[in-house]
């Protein structure tokens, strides 16, 4: 399995601003995923984050809003920029290498960030 | 359709008994299924993952997933309230694309 870390594991932030979350794997993983939790909710998938190349965002996420980079196969950032209120969320990092059928992903903690 | 869909809770079972959770998918590609828990404040922990027809067991945990039916079932014996926590469902798209959650159950143990 692999384990995962994430900096900060909370954050408090003024609305217009960003903040960036790092993510680092304790392998090289062909995966690296960010997902969004709002309140209550499920896990949202925001994008994969490929390695060597622009990230794959799903719809409703943007790469202005949620630029992501992934300079090696154990380390990824997810930036929320020009931060409002409804961004406050927890921001859960994942990570899987496909090893054929037996596909898994672990999770990082979290980042707690809420927006004022 | 929802991609991935569990039954409504919370689902509230006595300390001891069996807890049945449910889940449906929509992609019939889809070639492995996780279940995952999630207490309160903290991340998603695997618990379970299931990739062929018919049942899996550890401990005290059963997956159990019917392809031609698109759906995976989790069962939890002898519960304990230490099991009371959210139970996320989660389905593999094919080709390793993404993986996809469910909008997950509220298990509640009642010693």
């Known amino acids: 399995s692999a384990v995962i870390s994430q900096k900060p594991s909370r954050d408090i932030c003024q609305r217009g601003t960003s903040l960036t979350i790092q993510c680092q794997v304790d392998s090289q993983v062909t995966m690296m995923f960010w997902y969004r939790q709002q309140p209550g909710q499920s896990l949202t998938l925001i994008a994969t984050?490929?390695?060597?190349?622009?990230?794959?965002?799903e719809s409703g996420f943007v790469i202005d809003k949620f630029p992501i980079s992934r300079p090696n196969l154990t380390f990824s950032t997810l930036t929320v920029s020009n931060m409002s209120p409804e961004d406050s969320s927890i921001y859960l990092c994942?990570?899987?290498?496909?090893?054929?059928?037996?596909?898994?992903?672990?999770f990082g903690p979290g980042t707690r960030l809420t927006v004022l | 359709q929802k991609e991935v869909e569990q039954n409504s809770g919370p689902l509230s079972v006595p300390e001891g008994a069996i807890a049945s959770l449910n889940c449906t998918y929509s992609d019939r590609g889809s070639q492995s299924f996780f279940w995952y828990r999630q207490y309160s404040g903290k991340s998603p922990e695997l618990i379970m993952s299931?990739?062929?027809?018919g049942d899996k067991e550890d401990g005290r945990f059963t997956a159990q997933l019917n392809k031609a039916s698109q759906y995976v079932s989790l069962l939890i014996r002898d519960s304990q309230p230490s099991d009371s926590a959210t139970y996320l469902c989660a389905v593999l798209k094919t080709s390793y694309d993404k993986v996809i959650f469910g909008p997950g159950t509220s298990l509640s143990v009642i010693p």
């Open positions: 994942s990570a899987g290498s496909p090893t054929g059928v037996t596909d898994t992903q672990y």
């Open positions: 299931i990739y062929s027809n």
């Open positions: 984050a490929n390695q060597g190349s622009e990230a794959t965002y």
